[in-house]
């Protein structure tokens, strides 16, 4: 069993900075992939950026990619979303996953096995 925890959301004006954490506890954290994703309103749930166990590989949305940068600390059972350049368009609840998914496999809601609460990021124009 692993539980995670996000934090870091808000209100942020376009253009500005965020950044969300996960705090994961149980089992194993470091030999999990771990995965952001996010929900908009009357949207599906999308993918955003996932991170491999040991940091070597990371992955991320076409519509994220060159702003955000997801990382992780073993030591510390956290994996962050660093968010920037913030759009309107990114106002969602996001939401941080586990998963033992290999490759493009991490880019799928339905190989994540834990999912956290998620924390709303709403951006004002």
């Known amino acids: 069993q692993v539980q995670l925890v996000e934090s870091g959301g808000g209100l942020v004006q376009a253009g500005g900075s965020l950044r969300l954490s996960c705090a994961a506890s149980g089992r194993s954290f470091s030999s999990w992939a771990m995965g952001w994703f996010r929900q908009a309103p009357g949207k599906e749930r999308e993918f955003v950026a996932a991170?491999?166990?040991?940091?070597?590989?990371?992955y991320y949305a076409d519509s994220v990619k060159g702003r955000f940068t997801i990382s992780r600390d073993n030591a510390k059972n956290t994996v962050y979303l660093q968010m920037n350049s913030l759009k309107p368009e990114d106002t969602a609840i996001y939401y941080c996953?586990?998963?033992?998914?290999?490759?493009?496999?991490?880019?799928?809601?339905?190989?994540?096995?834990?999912w956290g609460q998620g924390t709303q990021v709403t951006v004002s124009s």
């Open positions: 991170i491999s166990w040991n940091s070597g590989n990371t």
């Open positions: 996953a586990a998963t033992t998914a290999l490759a493009m496999g991490v880019t799928r809601s339905n190989e994540y096995y834990y």
